[in-house]
């Protein structure tokens, strides 16, 4: 079933792949709320070492939540390859640090979170929370069929799948997009999490929306964004300013049910 909605990604050329150094800003709203803003950041590559950042700030009445990830990896034939990962938290109730370490002539991992330390073999189909986003831009960018993915998460390896849904025409107030609609697949419908991705923007997800037990709990909108490179032939509409607001979390990974 995957495989023959994986034709509908195929069928818009990109006009960007996931790994040209871009930025992205989106607004994160819980139901019609407002809570602040996420921001990711791919600088250009040294020497096949990659950086991707992740910052939020968002806040509800007196909570507040603030967070840096950056995830290093590099990229082999299509294959990218982690090697650290550290995620800051700071806000209302305990601040914490996760980190891992990716040891992979040992095939080891070696992973804190909060107080915790431990280790994890290391297998190439595990990545880290950020850096697994761009892996599943480029596999559904090539038409891959197996859209399943394991990571190091909170102390504890998890596994998620996903499904290509539809083609859908997504209109924001940054733009007009024609993206593909992806749904984290789950065992009961209790959870629903569907994203947006623009081909034309090298699968950049425009919009998340999740829901608990139907009702929606958070909607995240893509602001603006910007390429390094001049995209070609280009029929999204895009913001041209650059993002003023270095801000956190969007898509990061859903929760699991």
Not at 100 to 117: C, F, N, P, T
Request: charged content about 25%.
């Amino acid at each position: 079933m995957i495989s023959s909605f994986c034709a509908i990604a195929l069928s818009a050329q990109a006009d960007e792949s996931p790994l040209t150094p871009h930025t992205a800003e989106y607004q994160v709203n819980y139901g019609s709320i407002e809570l602040g803003k996420a921001r990711y950041q791919l600088p250009a590559p040294q020497d096949n070492l990659y950086q991707y950042r992740f910052d939020s700030d968002v806040s509800l009445l007196m909570l507040w939540d603030k967070r840096t990830v950056i995830s290093t990896f590099s990229e082999e034939g299509g294959q990218l390859v982690p090697m650290r990962y550290i995620h800051n938290r700071s806000g209302t109730g305990s601040d914490y640090q996760e980190q891992s370490a990716y040891v992979l002539d040992q095939k080891l991992v070696h992973s804190r979170y909060k107080d915790e330390r431990a280790k994890f073999p290391y297998t190439q189909d595990l990545f880290d929370p950020l850096m697994v986003q761009l892996q599943f831009r480029l596999d559904i960018m090539k038409g891959s069929d197996k859209l399943h993915y394991k990571m190091l998460k909170s102390g504890e390896i998890d596994e998620y799948d996903f499904k290509v849904v539809s083609k859908e025409r997504m209109v924001l107030p940054s733009g007009t997009y024609e993206t593909v609609k992806i749904e984290v697949v789950r065992d009961n419908d209790k959870r629903q999490t569907f994203f947006w991705m623009s081909p034309k923007l090298g699968y950049l997800p425009v919009r998340l929306t999740h829901f608990e037990k139907g009702s929606k709990q958070l909607d995240i909108q893509l602001l603006n964004y910007h390429y390094s490179e001049p995209i070609m032939a280009q029929t999204d509409k895009q913001t041209t300013e650059q993002p003023k607001v270095a801000a956190d979390t969007p898509p990061q990974m859903p929760p699991k049910s």
